[in-house]
């Protein structure tokens, strides 16, 4: 009999994790729109629905679309240098027994400073576009790639390296099927604390002064007390973060399985 | 042995001598840039005028308020966040489902740069310190929770079987089991969460505030007044090390004390 079960079909749902987890988030949208729809002052707070049903008139905004490209692209382009001097500076100090002994401790110290105490000098010597942007997503960006990099390439086995020597193997052979197999992993883990610090830095920046990207329009918004529209600005730009975010993270789950192979 | 140890030392000597020499380089080249090389006072101010600034701020005290501003919001952010982030940490670890249901949407929820709530924050809290104040407590508070719910959930359920069987109550098994197998993930979590609320602290007043440190910094830069704005710089960067290294210091003691 049905009647002896303790717990009642509608309940069972909630059993599997995944799907409470997204009764918790309906349940936070829910009291999001009660407390925006009478509770809250209009002027600053709007309903979710209200949110979510005008993404379209944020979108519609002249220029919005262009502030989100622009935006995107500084995050691009300064998550390219970032990999790429980080890479190649990582590496030196990894391989290099002397600079890592005598530079890395300078890297830590320069990584320790806070960095936003220094924003108004990027804006003082890049600009108030878009190099200043990305050169301090840069500063964001390159000190983790850096530092796992040169991790990665100091925890390499030294018996390894022996073992391939002492087979006969090449530099170029040693590099190419023991050091770079054996990079990869942290090389990811790498990129995605560097893809976070290239995001905070520039959405900083952005913040901090803008004439075209996206912190200009987050301003207007709240200068003329229109929260539907921020709140949809903001969202967009939450949920462009979260998917570069899952992105780098992939590829680090992806390609951190083959150093098992 | 001994001649190993010899090799050792003098390495580490060229090294320190290397990491002397490079900030000692900075500087001689700072200097030089300024004074031989023409660089406009106003991009790069003279390292000996920023020092006379330095001097004048310290000895003056005009600081004192500021500072005051930024250390009362960064306590407040942090005594926020630690409060909720311990407590709503340590309720879900209690349970299996809860953390299942809720640890990846607190994850989720830290991936995002909540930087970006910055506007939204201004416009619910205003310009003030209110909204420093919620800001860096959002930021903080979810390393800390995360890290709550980590160290809770890594304590070896043999240890609390072994500990129940022996007749311990709930409190003793707290006190004498659980608390010190989570306490070193949990500091370190702690000392995340004041890192994170401190910059976010510096980052809000840059960006849009009317009082603090870095609200000084940019009210500096906005006039002109470049050697002062260096002079703060340097001052904001040494009490932000500071900080950092007594919570790091904090943090090492109190993982001993366990």
């Given at each position: 009999?049905?009647?002896?079960?303790?717990?009642?079909?509608?309940?069972?749902?909630?059993r599997s994790?995944?799907?409470?987890?997204?009764?918790?988030?309906?349940?936070?949208?829910?009291?999001?729109?009660?407390?925006?729809?009478?509770?809250?002052?209009?002027?600053?707070?709007?309903?979710?629905?209200?949110?979510?049903?005008?993404?379209?008139?944020?979108?519609?905004?002249?220029?919005?679309?262009?502030?989100?490209?622009?935006?995107?692209?500084?995050?691009?382009?300064?998550?390219?240098?970032?990999?790429?001097?980080?890479?190649?500076?990582?590496?030196?100090?990894?391989?290099?027994?002397?600079?890592?002994?005598?530079?890395?401790?300078?890297?830590?110290?320069l990584y320790?400073?806070?960095?936003?105490?220094?924003?108004?000098?990027?804006?003082?010597?890049?600009?108030?576009?878009?190099?200043?942007?990305?050169?301090?997503?840069?500063?964001?960006?390159?000190?983790?790639?850096?530092?796992?990099?040169?991790?990665?390439?100091?925890?390499?086995?030294?018996?390894?390296?022996?073992?391939?020597?002492?087979?006969?193997?090449?530099?170029?052979?040693?590099?190419?099927?023991?050091?770079?197999?054996?990079?990869?992993?942290?090389?990811?883990?790498?990129?995605?604390?560097?893809?976070?610090?290239?995001?905070?830095?520039?959405?900083?920046?952005?913040?901090?002064?803008?004439?075209?990207?996206?912190?200009?329009?987050?301003?207007?918004?709240?200068?003329?007390?229109?929260?539907?529209?921020?709140?949809?600005?903001?969202?967009?730009?939450?949920?462009?973060?979260?998917?570069?975010?899952?992105?780098?993270?992939?590829?680090?789950?992806?390609?951190?399985?083959?150093?098992?192979? | 042995?001994?001649?190993?140890?010899?090799?050792?030392?003098?390495?580490?000597?060229?090294?320190?001598?290397?990491?002397?020499?490079f900030?000692?380089?900075?500087?001689?080249?700072?200097?030089?840039?300024?004074?031989?090389?023409?660089?406009?006072?106003?991009?790069?101010?003279k390292?000996?005028?920023?020092?006379?600034?330095?001097?004048?701020?310290?000895?003056?005290?005009?600081?004192?308020?500021?500072?005051?501003?930024?250390?009362?919001?960064?306590?407040?952010?942090?005594?926020?966040?630690?409060?909720?982030?311990?407590?709503?940490g340590?309720?879900?670890?209690?349970?299996?489902y809860?953390?299942?249901?809720?640890?990846?949407?607190?994850?989720?929820?830290?991936?995002?740069?909540?930087?970006?709530?910055?506007?939204?924050?201004?416009?619910?809290?205003?310009?003030?310190?209110?909204?420093?104040?919620?800001?860096?407590?959002?930021?903080?508070?979810?390393?800390?929770a995360?890290?709550?719910?980590?160290?809770?959930?890594?304590?070896?359920?043999?240890?609390?079987?072994?500990?129940?069987?022996?007749?311990?109550?709930s409190?003793?098994?707290?006190?004498?089991?659980?608390?010190?197998?989570?306490?070193?993930?949990?500091?370190?979590?702690?000392?995340?969460g004041?890192?994170v609320?401190?910059?976010?602290?510096?980052?809000?007043?840059?960006?849009?505030?009317?009082?603090?440190?870095?609200?000084?910094?940019?009210?500096?830069?906005?006039?002109?007044?470049?050697?002062?704005?260096f002079?703060?710089?340097?001052?904001?960067?040494?009490?932000?090390?500071?900080?950092?290294?007594?919570?790091?210091a904090?943090?090492?003691?109190?993982?001993?004390?366990y």
């Open positions: 009999m049905p009647t002896l079960d303790p717990h009642p079909p509608g309940l069972l749902i909630l994790p995944a799907a409470a987890r997204l009764g918790v988030i309906a349940v936070l949208l829910g009291t999001w729109e009660i407390a925006a729809g009478w509770f809250v002052d209009k002027m600053f707070l709007s309903p979710p629905s209200q949110v979510f049903g005008s993404l379209d008139v944020v979108l519609r905004t002249p220029g919005v679309t262009e502030a989100l490209k622009l935006t995107f692209s500084q995050i691009g382009a300064a998550f390219t240098i970032s990999v790429a001097v980080g890479l190649a500076v990582g590496l030196a100090l990894g391989f290099h027994r002397f600079s890592h002994r005598s530079l890395l401790p300078i890297v830590l110290l320790g400073i806070p960095q936003v105490t220094i924003l108004p000098l990027f804006i003082l010597y890049f600009g108030i576009g878009s190099a200043s942007k990305i050169a301090f997503g840069v500063s964001h960006g390159i000190f983790p790639i850096v530092l796992t990099t040169a991790a990665g390439a100091q925890n390499i086995k030294p018996i390894l390296l022996l073992s391939a020597r002492s087979m006969g193997a090449s530099s170029a052979q040693i590099f190419r099927w023991v050091v770079f197999p054996h990079m990869i992993p942290s090389f990811f883990a790498g990129m995605r604390l560097g893809m976070s610090g290239v995001l905070l830095g520039v959405l900083l920046a952005e913040l901090y002064v803008s004439q075209a990207g996206i912190g200009y329009f987050t301003t207007l918004f709240t200068q003329s007390l229109d929260p539907t529209k921020l709140l949809g600005l903001v969202s967009l730009l939450a949920a462009m973060a979260i998917a570069l975010n899952e992105l780098v993270r992939r590829a680090e789950t992806r390609f951190s399985r083959f150093r098992s192979v | 042995m001994s001649k190993n140890s010899d090799a050792a030392a003098r390495e580490r000597l060229v090294a320190r001598a290397a990491q002397g020499s900030l000692a380089g900075l500087v001689v080249l700072w200097y030089l840039a300024t004074n031989a090389w023409d660089v406009s006072p106003l991009l790069l101010p390292p000996q005028a920023v020092m006379r600034e330095l001097g004048s701020v310290l000895r003056s005290g005009e600081f004192v308020g500021d500072l005051r501003i930024t250390l009362g919001e960064l306590g407040a952010a942090f005594a926020i966040s630690a409060t909720g982030g311990l407590v709503l340590y309720c879900v670890s209690q349970s299996r809860w953390t299942r249901v809720l640890e990846p949407l607190l994850s989720a929820v830290y991936a995002i740069p909540i930087i970006l709530f910055l506007p939204l924050y201004v416009l619910f809290f205003g310009l003030g310190p209110a909204s420093k104040i919620a800001l860096g407590a959002t930021i903080s508070f979810f390393p800390i995360l890290s709550t719910v980590a160290g809770f959930a890594s304590v070896e359920p043999i240890y609390v079987t072994a500990a129940r069987s022996m007749g311990c109550s409190y003793q098994l707290f006190r004498w089991v659980l608390l010190p197998a989570a306490l070193p993930v949990i500091l370190t979590g702690l000392r995340m004041f890192t609320a401190l910059l976010a602290i510096l980052g809000s007043e840059t960006i849009s505030s009317v009082a603090g440190l870095g609200h000084r910094i940019v009210s500096l830069g906005e006039n002109m007044h470049m050697a002062r704005m002079a703060y710089i340097l001052f904001v960067v040494a009490i932000a090390v500071s900080l950092n290294a007594v919570v790091s904090l943090e090492l003691r109190g993982r001993r004390t």
